[in-house]
């Protein structure tokens, strides 16, 4: 699970590309940190507006610039996580984080700059990030930056404004709720092929082959964003959730459905007329499906859509 440090662990001459070269890095952070990559990407463009605004002697005096970039970022995107909870209560539905496609699957090909992609890990699939949604914005920040990005506790601690201590139990709670959390995971080709069936099956319209793929507790969630249509509230146990997709179904007739990675994991795209409208993620636990998000909102879509 661990992102490798970047240039930013060594000592660095403060220069346009050794400033760039961290871009990277900080969008991997920062879409961890936050689950959304168009906010991730206004954390560096702030954390780079703050480095420029500093004259060169300030500049100067930074023993290394990724780990001052870092610090920069992980508290922007601290602060922002302190008053995302009051943003998710006036979102319109449920709020799931943002999906990503695999590196060349996103829309527009070659002429997305590379340095906006994310690693796509176990660190990034819905369903951990998901769980990362309900930690503390302390826990998250502590535990990614531990866990995943591997700074020590007294690095996160400065970074925090909290003791190496406090830090150490904030990130040993964060993995016992991803523990408590996440079935053992399974290998990529068996849940593509739970995915592939679940795709067949909802193609044929098949209700009992849908159930039999679902856990007789799954849920559905959907996000639209208050801009596009989408269940308000989680479809809850499995039948429900086979009659809800069904009924989906037969009103959009001409819908694709076509098989996709995302975040790293076998998943499921809606296109019309060739243009992605919805994607799914999946939480496989054994043979069966437990959980199902579908993001809708266009504004969630622009990696998936943008030309």
């Known amino acids: 699970m661990t992102i490798q440090p970047g240039a930013g662990d060594s000592l660095l001459d403060p220069s346009l590309s050794a400033i760039m070269s961290e871009r990277r890095q900080l969008i991997n952070l920062a879409y961890r940190l936050l689950g959304s990559l168009s906010e991730a990407e206004d954390v560096v ?90 930690m503390t914005p302390a826990e998250r920040v502590a535990f990614i930056l531990h866990d995943v990005f591997r700074y020590s506790f007294a690095e996160v601690a400065e970074i925090v404004g909290r003791t190496p201590a406090a830090c150490r139990q904030l990130a040993t709670s964060a993995r016992r709720r991803i523990r408590d959390s996440q079935p053992p995971a399974n290998p990529t080709a068996h849940q593509a092929g739970i995915v592939r069936s679940f795709k067949q099956a909802w193609e044929a319209k098949d209700i009992g082959a849908l159930i039999g793929l679902l856990d007789p507790d799954a849920t559905a969630t959907g996000d639209g964003g208050g801009l596009v249509s989408a269940v308000l509230r989680p479809i809850e146990g499995g039948e429900q959730v086979a009659r809800f997709l069904v009924e989906l179904a037969d009103g959009a007739p001409d819908l694709a459905i076509v098989e996709r990675t995302v975040n790293g994991q076998p998943g499921l795209v809606a296109q019309l007329d060739g243009v992605t409208v919805a994607v799914y993620a999946f939480d496989v636990a054994g043979d069966r499906i437990k959980h199902l998000w579908a993001v809708r909102n266009p504004e969630k879509l622009r990696p998936w859509t943008a030309g």
């Not at 999906?99 to 590379?114: F, Y």
Request: charged content about 20%; hydrophobic content about 40%; glycine content about 6%.
């Open 45 to 134: 463009q702030e954390t780079y507006a703050r480095w420029y605004a500093m004259s060169r002697q300030q500049q100067e005096t930074i023993e290394s610039v990724g780990g001052w970039l870092t610090t920069v970022a992980s508290r922007i995107c601290l602060n922002l996580l302190g008053s995302a909870r009051a943003r998710r209560e006036s979102y319109v539905g449920e709020w799931i984080p943002e999906p990503l496609p695999e590196r060349m699957e996103w829309s527009g090909g070659a002429t997305v700059d590379p340095a906006d992609h994310v690693t796509l890990d176990e660190s990034v699939n819905m369903a951990f990030l998901v769980v990362l949604e309900s």
